[in-house]
């Protein structure tokens, strides 16, 4: 089966919304635990706007799945990662006037401090991944400066206007999933996916991980974070199970699933 992380940034934005001390995030973790979680991600960024320094240090502790940073390669996180000992850091890029990551990181500028940094993480018995967009001198880069896997950006999948945009966004994660396979890399994928379009990307052929965060809290504000994560894997074990089925058929259950509200 495909592995589910759950991101649990926007529990941390709620609580930054009042600067208070709840929702907690880490307790957030333990529910998506119990729900079935298979690791828990969390993006430390530079300017602290959610997630912080004692959520990851605390995450450590007390989380009994894989705890995935997500992380740019500023030196101070760099440090900070290093010190924390996650079990999977993946290299994202980050702008401060972003509301979330859009768009995955380009390898091919400043390769040589990449790769210093992902020799670090490694030689610290860190997994390294990197969050790029599904295209093949990406997927190349990521194997050269040596990553253990890729994480593909899906966001233009996941906001393509219809089927057939769609579509075409979805071959080009298959293309980059086999690009990846052909390398010997670990294949994760993220961004925008929610109950209605994860399931043909959790069919991809050789796909370990899925990271998703916005749509798990979304539907636990009104079913709780626990059967949120259920659901969550459920449709992925569904749609995992399935055998080969055509792109067509995922979207007229996508449609049917639309009009019944599921």
Request: charged fraction near 30%; glycine fraction near 8%.
């Amino acid at each position: 089966m495909v592995e589910l992380g759950v991101n649990i940034d926007h529990v941390a934005t709620l609580r930054q919304a009042r600067r208070t001390y709840e929702p907690d995030p880490v307790w957030a973790a333990v529910e998506a635990e119990i729900g079935g979680a298979d690791s828990i991600t969390v993006h430390l960024r530079e300017d602290r706007r959610h997630i912080s320094d004692r959520d990851v240090e605390l995450l450590k502790k007390t989380v009994h799945c894989k705890l995935n940073l997500e992380m740019s390669v500023a030196s101070p996180i760099l440090d900070i990662a290093l010190a924390v000992l996650p079990d999977q850091a993946t290299i994202v890029p980050e702008k401060r006037e972003e509301v979330t990551t859009e768009g995955g990181i380009d390898l091919l500028h400043n390769g040589d401090r990449i790769s210093a940094i992902v020799q670090k993480l490694n030689a610290a018995g860190i997994t390294t991944s990197a969050f790029i967009d599904p295209d093949e001198r990406q997927v190349a880069a990521a194997q050269q400066q040596g990553f253990d896997a890729v994480e593909l950006h899906t966001g233009e999948y996941a906001n393509a206007a219809d089927g057939e945009a769609r579509a075409e966004q979805y071959h080009r994660l298959e293309k980059a999933g086999q690009w990846a396979r052909e390398r010997g890399l670990g294949l994760h994928a993220g961004h925008g996916l929610n109950y209605h379009n994860v399931g043909p990307v959790a069919r991809i052929t050789g796909m370990r991980e899925l990271n998703i965060g916005h749509a798990i809290v979304s539907r636990a504000v009104f079913s709780g974070l626990r059967e949120a994560v259920r659901e969550m894997k459920r449709v992925m074990d569904k749609a995992a199970l399935a055998g080969d089925v055509r792109w067509a058929e995922f979207e007229d259950d996508d449609k049917s699933r639309r009009k019944s509200g599921r």
